[in-house]
């Protein structure tokens, strides 16, 4: 089987170290809003919390994504939607935001732990 790319697993929530291990008990599709993470790797047993408090820095990863969501929203309200009134931009972008919450949650904390975790890509936990 051919070996999984850094950024498939980063893409598909697999484990930094063996690209094999689910990080989150559900994936977005099967269970939408669950976002049961697992302590370990199931695969590799490597731990997900790599220090006390890892995961406060995914919130600027997520501050990101709320800030593409919102001018997105508003990008299409403006030129699609003909300028409607601030209520309805407030109400779309709140709907927006909390329909996809689930998603900016896994990508962040997998953006994070991938990106800043210190966690290498070792193939002798991938077979
Ligand atoms: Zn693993």
Known sequence: MEKR???????????P?????????YKLLEKWFS????????????????????????MF???????AITLTTGFVLYN???NPETWVYMSV????????????FKYSRSIFLHL????RFNPKYSD
């Open 5 to 15: 790319s850094s950024s498939e697993a980063l893409l598909t929530c697999k484990c």
């Open 61 to 67: 990863v997520s501050y990101a994504f709320s800030a």
């Open 116 to 119: 800043f975790g210190g966690i």
């Open 35 to 58: 976002i049961d993470m697992y302590d370990k790797c199931p695969n590799c047993e490597q731990t997900y919390e790599p220090e006390p408090g890892f995961y406060f820095g995914a």
């Open 80 to 82: 699609f939607f003909g």
């Open 93 to 104: 972008v709140l709907v927006s935001l909390a329909i996809f919450w689930p998603v900016m």
């Open 17 to 25: 170290r063996c690209r094999e291990g689910e990080m989150f008990k």
